[in-house]
Each structure stands twice: as structure tokens, then as C-alpha cells.
């Protein structure tokens, strides 16, 4: 039994670690390295860097329980989440409930509504028929326009820059209904370690990594998958493309006619993120600040002192895919110094070690209206074709956890149809 696998990201490694065992398992990457947004980069003192910062949660059980089978959970640094919003130049904390008291923007009113709905859609267990109704319309109706405007509109334009009328009320249920408050988890050493431990494994059970080779074509002939990569072609009975679902039509173009629901048109976001390493925490530790900014999309720092003793800043910003400025790096850098020095009048240039910047296309689907009800319930696309990012899975958010949960799925069922139904211990 033959699985090839497209992509070398979390997706992948975690499709290969749970199928090596009973199957003969390919790993194609395009990149020279694993990881894809996981990955990091390694510095000249020997350290290992995030290039985007990852948090779990309690609520993550899947991929926690990987990091255990792994032996890895003593790579994890385990705090209470402090977040912070950013308003009028102070760090406001907004972590607890009675925290929303010192939000200034609100009345008495708003906040007991906003308290409400937290608690509401921490308790409402599935996202239902909020797919195609807009998010603005969501909140507003359940707890008026100022805390749209003040709340989540900001974090919103954030992360998509697009109208919250036309982002689903789906998916900020997902990000409320994620339960990222009490306790969360970093990497001490960057996410490097999962990503070793994940490819050991897959070796250790026989499994091969195809580095520095892109999958250019893939097409169905009999009972097989020919996958063109590297110098020629190569037959598999199962596929697992771990890819951006635009350029898997690109691979196949067999695709949209086999699943007219999800040939949507699907849209991206890109990110930029700017890294500083300090050598002093920002100010007061916070794992996030999100700035509130009239007029201009707010932005979330993750200070990382608040979690390891290692004073990172993260500064991602989202775009929309395809929006590239020649000058996005200077731009970003300039910006996040200006942001720090605003957060922190103190902050001095020379408190920054080394900064890096990283930036990727096709990060995250826009979850605009209808897009979930185009997702599927199978991953299997075509017979022997599985593609995870069309699955749908109840976070709806693409993290580690949805990554974990979905191959186990797909793993199961590949098993179970193609390989006998053999036992597995993963
Ligand atoms: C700023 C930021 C913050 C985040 N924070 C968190 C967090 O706190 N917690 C969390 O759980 N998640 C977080 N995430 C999300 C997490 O990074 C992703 O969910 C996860 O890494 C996605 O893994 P993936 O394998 O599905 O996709 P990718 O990482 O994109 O991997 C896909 C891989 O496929 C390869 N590939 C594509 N096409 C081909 C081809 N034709 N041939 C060969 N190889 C190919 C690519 O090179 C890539 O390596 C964050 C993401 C960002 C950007």
C-alpha cells in the first residue's frame, strides 16, 4: 500500500506519522526543509526560531496527545495567557471577565451584552446556521454597534482587511468558541523539536522525505495516482495533497469536476510578520496585544517573555493574498518599531538584537459567507484523493489541533478502504 504525500507542513507530517506504521509513506516537499508555516529559521548562537509564533491550548487534546506519544511534552511551556488591548496608548489587560470593566469605550451596558455573548457562544457547541450570516450583523444584533466598532471590527480588518458583512458569523464563532483563555503553551524551543520528532518517527517506520521536490502534476490512470515530481513519475494508491486548495486544481484540473460544491473560488491571506528578539521584555509581559486603532487595522504583538524567558516579539500582519508591496519588509519594520515605541515610550532601538522578517502567500481561506457550507464531509475527493483543506472540521480554524484531527481521519480511512483494516496504535 503506497501513500504519497504532498507537503511537508504540519498537515503532512502528521498524515505520514500516523500512516507509516502500515504503509509504504512518501513525503514530497517543494521546500529544502520541513515545516512549512511551522517552520522556523536557525540562528548562528545554535538557537531555533518560530518564524510565525505558535500557541496551544488545554482545548488542543489531539495534538497534545501527539506531543506525548512523541515524548516531546517537556518542550512545552506551559503559563496563564495574559492579553492585552491596547487602548489610548496603555495596556488594558483583557483576560478575565471583570477585565472588560476597565474598557473605557463601552457603557455599562455593552460590556454586561458583550460578557453575554462570550459566554452564550462558549456554551453553544457548533457553529449551525451562522455560515451564511455576516459577522457584523451577528454582533451587532446581539450586542449592539459599539461593540462591533470598538471590539471585534478591529481584529477583524486585522486579520482579513476586508468588511466584516462579508466575513461569515462562522468562523468568529470558531475564534471565540477556541478556548484560548487560562493556560496556553509555547514551544520553549520552537516548534523545530515537534517537527524532528515527527520525521524520526516516519523513519524510524520506513517512511521517505522527497526535499527540494515540488509535485507538478497528478493524474489518475486505472487504479492508481501518478504523481509527477522530481525526475519522473511515480504510481501511489493513495494521495494526500496537504497544499492550498487553488493550486491543487492547478495539479489536477480532474478536481472541480468531481466536486462542483467546493469548486469555489477560494480566497487567501498572506502574512508578513516581523520577529524581534530583545533583550529585554516589551513592558508588562503579555502574550498578546491587540491595538485598537481607529481608522487603521489594528495589530497584535505576541510577546513571548510572558511565556519562555525569551524576549521574541511577534508582529504578524495579514493581507490578502497577492497584495505584494516590493516594499513590505522596510515597511513592516518600520512600522513595528513604531508600534513598540508607542506601547512602550521607553522602548529604545537598541534594545532589538536581531530582527527578521518572514512572509508567506496562502496562509488561511477567508472564511466569507457560504464558505464552510462548501467544505465537505469526506477529505476524499476522488477515489484515493484526499485533500484536507476542503474537510470540514468542527474549529473551522486551521491550526496544529484541525492538522492533527483531520489526519487522524484521513489516516483511519485510508486504513480502513485501502490498506485492510489494520490495527493501528495511532
Ligand atoms: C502568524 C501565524 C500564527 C499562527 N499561530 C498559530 C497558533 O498559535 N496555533 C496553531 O495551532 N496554529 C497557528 N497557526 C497556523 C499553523 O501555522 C498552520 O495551521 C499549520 O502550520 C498549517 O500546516 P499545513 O501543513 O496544513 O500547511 P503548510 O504549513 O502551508 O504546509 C504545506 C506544505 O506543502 C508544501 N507544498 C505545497 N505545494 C507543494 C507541491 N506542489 N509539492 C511539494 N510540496 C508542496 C509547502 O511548501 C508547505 O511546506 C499560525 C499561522 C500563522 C501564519
Redesign the pocket.
Known amino acids: 500500500m503506497k501513500v504519497a504525500i504532498?507537503?511537508?507542513?504540519?498537515?503532512?507530517l502528521l498524515t505520514a506519522y500516523r500512516l507509516a506504521r502500515n504503509c509504504s509513506v512518501t513525503v514530497?516537499?517543494?521546500?529544502g526543509k520541513l515545516?512549512?508555516?511551522?517552520g522556523g529559521v536557525d540562528d548562528d548562537d545554535g538557537t531555533h526560531g518560530d518564524k510565525?509564533?505558535?500557541?496551544?491550548c488545554c482545548a488542543?487534546t489531539e495534538i497534545l496527545r501527539v506531543i506525548r506519544e512523541l515524548n516531546l511534552s517537556h518542550d512545552l511551556c506551559w503559563r496563564v495567557a495574559r492579553q492585552g488591548i491596547v487602548q489610548n496608548n496603555t495596556v488594558v489587560p483583557a483576560c478575565r471577565a471583570d477585565d472588560l470593566l476597565r474598557f473605557t469605550s463601552l457603557s455599562f451596558t455593552d460590556k454586561i451584552r458583550l460578557a453575554g455573548f462570550f459566554l452564550k457562544n462558549n456554551l453553544r457547541g457548533e457553529s449551525g446556521d451562522l455560515d451564511n450570516v455576516p459577522a457584523r450583523d451577528w454582533v451587532i444584533q446581539n450586542c449592539g454597534e459599539k461593540v462591533w466598532e470598538y471590539f471585534f471590527e478591529p481584529s477583524l480588518k486585522f486579520k482579513y482587511s476586508v468588511p466584516g458583512n462579508t466575513i461569515s458569523a462562522a468562523y468568529l464563532w470558531a475564534r471565540i468558541h477556541e478556548k484560548k483563555h487560562g493556560k496556553i503553551a509555547v514551544f520553549a524551543h520552537s516548534s523545530d523539536g515537534l517537527i524532528q520528532g515527527l520525521r524520526q518517527a516516519v523513519e524510524k517506520d520506513r517512511g521517505v522525505f522527497r526535499l527540494g521536490?515540488?509535485?507538478?502534476g497528478l493524474k489518475r490512470q486505472g487504479n492508481r495516482w501518478h504523481v509527477a515530481?522530481g525526475e519522473g513519475e511515480t504510481a501511489y494508491d493513495c494521495v494526500v495533497y496537504?497544499?492550498p486548495y487553488s493550486?491543487a486544481i492547478a495539479?489536477c484540473p480532474a478536481i472541480p469536476a468531481a466536486c462542483p460544491k467546493t469548486a469555489l473560488p477560494v480566497e487567501y491571506l498572506s502574512?508578513d510578520?516581523c520577529v524581534l528578539r530583545l533583550d529585554r521584555p516589551l513592558k508588562e509581559s503579555y502574550w498578546l496585544f491587540m491595538v485598537l486603532s481607529k481608522g487603521r487595522a489594528s495589530r497584535v504583538v505576541i510577546d513571548t517573555a510572558a511565556l519562555c524567558d525569551n524576549p521574541l516579539v511577534y508582529i504578524?500582519v495579514y493581507r490578502p493574498a497577492g497584495n505584494k508591496n516590493p516594499s513590505q519588509y522596510e515597511l513592516c519594520l518600520r512600522e513595528s518599531f513604531e508600534f513598540c515605541e508607542r506601547i512602550n515610550p521607553q522602548f529604545k532601538l537598541d534594545w532589538v538584537k536581531k530582527h527578521y522578517f518572514f512572509s508567506?502567500t496562502q496562509?488561511?481561506p477567508v472564511f466569507s459567507l457560504n464558505y464552510v457550507r462548501s467544505m465537505r464531509d469526506d477529505p476524499e475527493i476522488l477515489p484515493g484523493l484526499f485533500i484536507?483543506e476542503l474537510f470540514r472540521e468542527r474549529s473551522l480554524l486551521?491550526?496544529?489541533?484541525s492538522?492533527a484531527i483531520k489526519s487522524r481521519i484521513i489516516a483511519a480511512k485510508i486504513q480502513a478502504k485501502y490498506a485492510g483494516n489494520h490495527s493501528n496504535r495511532r
Do not use: R
Request: hydrophobic share 25%; glycine share 20%.
Open positions: 504532498i507537503g511537508g507542513g504540519m498537515s503532512g514530497y516537499e517543494k521546500q515545516g512549512g508555516l511551522a510565525y509564533n505558535h500557541c496551544l488542543d521536490t515540488e509535485v507538478t515530481g496537504t497544499g493550486e495539479l502574512v510578520c504578524p508567506d496562509v488561511e484536507p486551521k491550526t496544529f489541533n492538522a
